[in-house]
């Protein structure tokens, strides 16, 4: 069983740069895939970035180039680095692991590939 604790959400300017984190805790996450995933009220949850155990990433296009998804040496922490934000961020940002490596990279942003969840921190820019 993996627990995830997302950290880092608030109120930003347009522009602006947030950092998120997620501490992992459990099984043996340095061996899970993981991903930030958003959702916004009535829309489904959409997958932002996502990072393979061997350090392989993906991202959505409209974060291409603005955001980047690491992981700390112990793979306990994941990091969504978030920078030219708009008001088009604005959302409820979920952390997300699952212990089966993905075929395709583009996977990684799928949200059905995932078991385990955070309860999500909120970025709103304005």
């Known amino acids: 069983h993996v627990q995830l604790v997302e950290s880092g959400g608030g109120s930003v300017q347009v522009g602006g740069s947030l950092t998120l984190s997620c501490v992992a805790s459990g099984d043996t996450i340095g061996r899970y895939c993981m991903g930030w995933f958003r959702q916004i009220p009535d829309r489904e949850r959409e997958g932002v970035a996502g990072i393979e155990s061997d350090g392989s990433t993906s991202y959505a296009d409209s974060v291409k180039g603005r955001f980047i998804i690491s992981q700390d040496g112990a793979k306990k922490t994941l990091y969504l680095q978030m920078n030219s934000l708009k008001p088009e961020d604005t959302a409820l940002y979920y952390c997300?692991?699952?212990?089966?490596?993905?075929?395709?990279?583009?996977?990684?942003?799928?949200?059905?590939?995932?078991?385990?969840w955070g309860q999500g921190t909120q970025v709103t820019v304005s």
């Open positions: 997300a692991a699952d212990s089966r490596p993905k075929s395709r990279d583009y996977l990684l942003l799928n949200r059905n590939e995932y078991n385990y």
